[in-house]
């Protein structure tokens, strides 16, 4: 019996369990102020991936996002500006300042937000944007920066699907005040659980530094609000290898995303993935489009893949302004959102995936797409 091709799979290896076994034998577990000793390693040598000045780690991606806002000074009657067709931690992190976000729609070629509909929603109340890198692209940042200086807003730039991503030469983050990541099991690197937040503002990272740990900037004494956002020492450790070994883990997604593009050419019912010109696409999800189809239609699919044991899956199949909490906040049409969440899937490309597990996935692909 065949044993399912995962769409995901940490790539987990000895480096990382000696790495824990030496916290563990530490007993160093985590650090007062919020950075252990293997935090602060961490930290530094994301800050040195990221050619960013600072990186500060967290417990999630999702409280790096919260984070970010709030030392950015969003709050209540606030709004920020965002993509619907995301994982839900992008709004959800807007929500919990009591601002409000502002869904815009997505260039249907890239899935990442399109800027001249944030230029549309500015309004008064508008003080962030928060572009987000999708599947392993990242978003126009270039362009969005200039939006946002003619208008004076911060860009807190939501970069959790984009290690090894880059955009015009340079790493997400480079246009923005602010880039949170995030390390959840499925991502191109992981810690398990876990975030960081990277920047090059020295006010921005002192805060930030101070309110992961419960406002304190010494033990005991909290000169802001704060939370415990602070990143566990064994997160840290096994972020300090997969760091390591990210590009590698990049390298064979390139190739196996260079695969599918290559087989699946011919294939018409479907609109495969680009990497525009001036992007390295770091291949977080392979996500391709039914051309003509609707969700019923690529819901067929997708089961039809998975009886064949390809773990295809559908990012995001319900875009986060439909979802019953969140239809509160809508006040623009999404057409090209709503179109596309009906359509995508997406197939297996991380680095355990075999050349010829690539080439099954294609054969089972072309099977199912000709007797659909």
Request: glycine share 6%; with cysteine; aromatic share 8%.
């Amino acid at each position: 019996m065949r044993k399912m091709i995962q769409v995901n799979l940490p790539q987990i290896g000895k480096e990382e369990i000696q790495m824990v076994s030496k916290v563990l034998k530490s007993r160093v577990l985590t650090g007062r102020l919020g950075s252990g000793p293997m935090a602060k390693k961490f930290e530094d040598d994301f800050a040195k991936f990221a050619k960013a000045k600072h990186a500060v780690a967290v417990n999630s991606g999702t409280a790096a996002l919260h984070l970010a806002l709030w030392v950015a000074g969003i709050k209540t009657s606030d709004e920020v500006i965002v993509p619907s067709f995301t994982f839900i931690a992008s709004a959800e992190s807007i929500a919990l300042t009591g601002a409000r976000p502002v869904f815009v729609d997505i260039n249907p070629q890239t899935y990442t937000v399109d800027p001249e509909k944030i230029e549309a929603a500015i309004t008064e109340k508008t003080k962030a944007v928060m572009p987000v890198d999708l599947y392993g692209l990242s978003a126009e940042t270039d362009k969005i920066k200039e939006i946002a200086e003619k208008h004076d807003l911060i860009i807190i730039e939501d970069a959790a699907q984009a290690h090894g991503a880059f955009y015009k030469g340079k790493p997400p983050g480079t246009f923005a005040h602010m880039a949170c990541w995030s390390f959840y099991a499925s991502k191109n690197m992981t810690t398990g659980e876990g975030g960081m937040i990277t920047t090059d503002n020295d006010e921005y990272a002192e805060d930030l530094c101070a309110v992961r740990s419960h406002g304190e900037t010494e033990e005991y004494v909290s000169t802001m609000l704060g939370h415990n956002y602070r990143m566990p020492e064994i997160e840290a450790a096994i972020g300090i290898a997969q760091l390591r070994k990210l590009p590698t883990f990049i390298q064979k997604r390139r190739r196996n995303a260079e695969m599918l593009t290559e087989k699946l050419r011919e294939t018409r019912q479907l609109v495969l993935p680009t990497e525009p010109k001036g992007c390295k696409h770091s291949w977080y999800l392979y996500t391709v489009r039914v051309r003509e189809g609707n969700a019923k239609i690529r819901n067929k699919i997708v089961e039809e893949l998975r009886k064949r044991d390809v773990g295809a899956t559908v990012y995001y199949h319900t875009p986060i302004h439909l979802m019953p909490y969140y239809k509160q906040f809508m006040r623009n049409q999404l057409p090209n959102t709503e179109k596309v969440a009906g359509q995508v899937f997406s197939l297996p490309v991380h680095p355990g995936v075999t050349t010829k597990e690539v080439s099954y996935v294609v054969n089972s692909v072309k099977q199912v797409l000709k007797s659909s």
